[in-house]
């Protein structure tokens, strides 16, 4: 919680009560840009230090879907390929503005980079049974 008051700022810091627990399953932080962060199997009395998009390449071990997200330099494609049904991929820039959204029906799903201009970009990737992942992608 930040800005709390009139030409003050509150501490970024966040304390969470968890008894006799040793770990945490996960901590999820929901960005105003709509973006995950989310890092599991955290130690108890450990501070994080959690930056909007950069732990977007860590795996939910909760889930099983696997996700490979690449670029064809020679037919200048990102493909995405899964071995879940997709639902819907939204790609956003670097910023959290929303620069396209593409509902999908399939396990596999190309975009023309062409689209894209050179930059970093995140991939929302909504499953058809609810999961959501979320992808840091360079275009070069």
Known sequence: MSGESYLGQSSLRESFGIGNATTIDYVKVKWLSGIEDVV???NANTTLKIIEG????VNNP????ELNVYVNEL???LNIASNSKMDNIEVFNIAGKKINN??????????????LV???YLLKIDFKEGNTIVRKI???
């Not at 909760?62 to 879907?65: C, D, T, V």
């Not at 593409?102 to 689209?115: A, G, H, L, P």
């Open 62 to 65: 909760f889930l099983n879907i």
């Open 75 to 77: 037919s200048k494609t």
């Open 102 to 115: 593409y509902q999908v029906d399939s396990m596999t799903f190309q975009i023309n980079q062409n689209s």
């Open 118 to 120: 050179k930059g970093i």
């Open 40 to 42: 599991y199997n955290v």
């Open 138 to 140: 360079v275009i070069q």
């Open 54 to 57: 950069n732990t977007l390449s």
